[in-house]
């Protein structure tokens, strides 16, 4: 079964310092990869994703993933991060069927 | 375009109480998603449709959930009884058919004490 897994279940980091969040699936087929981004109390935003070619992503607001398919992973990062990224983070593989399996979530704290 | 709408946005209920959540998908769109968020955790998928038809329901606890969308555009969900675990948000999302296109409503806490 597919199944995601997120190494940080909470990132501290202050304002301007450098992001990566870690992400891993199984599944040895074709993937689709996602980030989401929950801010609090407010629901799910497609930071960024991933269905071919450029395995280097870009997203919204300044993030970005990197597809390494030998790992196995789908990282994100952000060079500079801000008070307002203070967020919970969610990598999320595509089934063949259409839903969506996430991980558990990073929550990242950013102190200003 | 509008949003997926949800609601209630909260509701406390007190456990063995039945509880019923709506969405309404964005026009247009073919599939539509239930997913069950536990604190802490990732959302996980609980019922799909495709139009008005089931196409997975396999983690859906069929003996307290149940889910319909007639004419294949609102949904609701239904849990009866509720128990104590099922406190989490319940977030409606939908797509358009065969495209990559997810959109996810606002969710509704359940606190079940």
């Known amino acids: 079964a597919q199944s995601v897994s997120q190494h940080n279940h909470h990132v501290i980091l202050s304002e301007a310092a450098s992001l990566e969040l870690g992400c891993n699936y199984s599944y040895g087929g074709t993937v689709n990869l996602f980030w989401y981004v929950q801010y609090p109390g407010q629901h799910l935003q497609l930071l960024l994703k991933?269905?071919?070619?450029?395995?280097l992503v870009k997203g919204i607001k300044g993030f970005e993933a990197e597809f390494i398919k030998s790992k196995f992973s789908f990282n994100l990062r952000k060079p500079s991060v801000q008070w307002s990224d203070t967020a919970e983070y969610f990598c999320?593989?595509?089934?063949?069927?259409?839903?969506?399996?996430f991980g558990q979530g990073t929550e990242l704290s950013v102190k200003p | 375009e509008a949003g997926v709408a949800q609601s209630p946005r909260y509701k406390i209920i007190e456990k063995r109480q039945s509880v019923a959540f709506w969405c309404n998908p964005i026009s247009g769109h073919a599939t539509l998603y239930w997913y069950q968020q536990i604190l802490g955790q990732g959302p996980k998928l609980l019922i799909q449709?495709?139009?008005?038809?089931?196409?997975?329901d396999s983690q859906l606890p069929k003996d307290r959930f149940s889910a319909e969308r007639l004419k294949g555009v609102d949904s609701t969900l239904k849990i009866q009884p509720a128990k104590l675990e099922d406190s989490a948000v319940y977030l409606c999302?939908?797509?358009?058919?065969?495209?990559?296109?997810?959109?996810f409503g606002s969710g509704t806490r359940l606190t079940v004490v």
């Open positions: 999302a939908s797509s358009p058919q065969g495209i990559y296109g997810y959109t």
């Open positions: 999320a593989v595509k089934s063949q069927g259409g839903k969506l399996i």
């Open positions: 991933y269905f071919s070619g450029d395995p």
């Open positions: 449709f495709q139009n008005n038809g089931v196409v997975d």
